[in-house]
């Protein structure tokens, strides 16, 4: 039985793939920091991939025979495909191996969500001060607090 052109395209991007994914890019290589300190980053790698395609055929007239219950003439038309695939890297840990120790320290996802909320309290803040002032035009400016 022949190979279906298929097999050859979804060899091609499976190939592509292990080229991009290997052991290397989930435990990447070591940094050595000038106290002999060696970081080993860890990352969490997902990948995927979809192909299809489809052979099609052409059913035509036969041009010579001008019979009107002549059978149609079945064309095979060249096959038809496509793939895809797609992959992500996300950093989880490091692994940090120095004074007699090994430390496995982890990368939290959610220190940005927590370092933009500290960034951005004070304007939250001036902005319902100048809430407030707008209600008291006039008033007593004793209670405002300025930040610096």
Avoid: C, W
């Avoid at 991939?49 to 035509?60: E, L, V």
């Avoid at 496509?82 to 940090?96: L, R, T, W």
């Avoid at 430390?103 to 960034?119: E, G, H, S, T, Y």
Wanted: charged share 20%.
């Amino acid at each position: 039985m022949n190979d279906h052109p298929i097999e050859a395209l979804m060899k091609t991007t499976m190939e592509s793939i292990k080229e991009m994914v290997d052991v290397n890019t989930i435990v990447g290589d070591a940094v050595e920091t000038p106290d002999g300190t060696v970081i080993i980053p860890i990352s969490k790698v997902s990948f995927g991939f979809a192909s299809g395609g489809g052979d099609y055929i052409s059913n035509t007239k036969p041009e010579n025979n001008k019979e009107e219950n002549s059978e149609p003439k079945q064309e095979k038309l060249p096959f038809a495909g496509g793939a895809g695939a797609g992959v992500s890297v996300q950093p989880v840990a490091f692994m940090v191996v120095g004074n007699g120790q090994i430390k496995l320290m982890p990368v939290d996802q959610r220190a940005n969500m927590i370092d933009n909320l500290i960034n951005t309290t004070p304007k939250v803040i001036n902005s319902i001060q100048n809430m407030f002032n707008k209600k008291h035009k006039g008033n007593d400016q004793d209670h405002i607090i300025t930040y610096e």
